[in-house]
């Protein structure tokens, strides 16, 4: 009696662990954030990280805030998805160093554009930036950002910059 009693509890046992392991997978399968996770690890094993940025015809970014992991590799891509030319909804983007005055960069960007509206007596106020593009191109920078924080983009495109800002969070 003794025996049948043990195999009796064995079987229970197992037949528990068999029954959780089952919703455990159709909690997996179900779950689309699972999916997403997968995804990311992959991407960043083999290029860093990327991310991907519109500009349209409204003067508009599709983004207001961007998330970079600090010390890694980042690919931008930047896409102008409206028609318009370069020379009147030019697109780029800036990201400036922390504790530089905005409005004041976006001026003095205003009248290099000769330079792809990047000031050319300016080297510590820009980490990174893409070179300006119109309807339908698109261009990639690739950046590291070093020190955890919040530091501000834009596209510094004359006036642009009222409309096309953002925050870059590095942490
Ligand atoms: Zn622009």
Redesign the pocket.
Known sequence: MKKINAILAMTAASFMLFSCGGDKKNDTTTAPETQTEVETTTSEVTEGVQIELS?NDA?QFDKKEIKVPVGEKVTLILKHTGKMDKAV????FVLLNKGTDMAAFAEAAAKAKDNDYIPTDDSTSVLAHTK?IGGGETTTVEFVVNEAGEYDFL???PA??AL?QGKLIAE
């Open positions: 500009g003067m909804m030019g697109h780029n300006t596209c510094s495109f642009h910059y096309m």
